[in-house]
């Protein structure tokens, strides 16, 4: 079974641009959730999606946003990137809400 | 706020001894904990969890244990290889919520070979 699929792994953007990044869920699984880590951060939870419904947000702001297609595939999107917007986007999955989460191998977004 | 805690950003552990990481929380609504280890440039790889049902739960060379008045799970290896030296994190969630990932900021195990 293949695991969770990021694409790209590195992309690097000038600051004001905007990014998406994508997630392929494991196979069968239907709640994707986005995490960002920076260092001496941990994870920090963006928002999780199931069955193409945004169910939680963490504490980001309005320019950090992403959907869920009916293939469970799920995109975000951040838009006028910040230089402090530099850093590993995580993306999991799982096969319902609460249950354990799967990673994917992240996207190292570098803003310059 | 930080709900999750991991008081220690380092530890080193000579092979074949124990390796015990831990972890304190503060919200008393989180009913489920896991624990990730983390590899360079890898995402985080699902390792074990525990109910606050249970105190115990065992797998292999992992076992993690969970002490609910004092708000404190452990994750101990045993024994410990130098494959094991990665970054663990440790999470919590609250299934009768938001079902809401909390983690912590990472302990780095170094196993001495």
């Known amino acids: 079974k293949a695991g969770v699929t990021q694409t790209p792994r590195y992309l690097i953007k000038t600051r004001g641009q905007q990014v998406t990044l994508s997630c392929s869920p494991i196979?069968?699984?239907?709640?994707v959730s986005w995490y960002q880590q920076t260092p001496g951060q941990g994870l920090q939870f963006l928002f999780e999606y199931f069955s193409e419904t945004q169910r939680n947000k963490g504490n980001f702001p309005g320019r950090f946003s992403g959907r869920q297609f009916s293939n469970s595939r799920s995109e975000m999107n951040v838009s006028t990137l910040e230089l402090g917007d530099s850093a590993l986007y995580l993306c999991?999955?799982?096969?319902?809400?609460?249950?354990?989460?799967?990673f994917g191998q992240g996207t190292r977004l570098t803003v310059v | 706020d930080q709900q999750v805690k991991q008081n220690s950003p380092s530890l080193s552990v000579q092979e074949g001894r124990i390796s015990i990481l831990n972890c304190d929380y503060t919200?008393?609504?989180?009913?489920?904990f896991l624990w990730y280890k983390k590899y360079p440039a890898e995402g985080p790889t699902f390792l074990i969890s525990i109910s606050s049902i249970k105190d115990k739960n065992e797998d292999g060379r992992f076992t993690v244990f969970l002490n609910k008045s004092a708000k404190h799970l452990s994750l101990h290896i045993v024994p410990s290889q130098p494959g094991d030296s990665a970054v663990y994190f440790c999470a919590a969630l609250t299934t009768s919520g938001t079902y809401k990932y909390i983690f912590g900021t990472g302990t780095r195990l170094k196993v001495l070979a």
């Open positions: 196979s069968g699984h239907r709640s």
């Open positions: 919200n008393s609504m989180f009913d489920y």
């Open positions: 999991a999955s799982s096969q319902g809400l609460g249950l354990a989460a799967f």
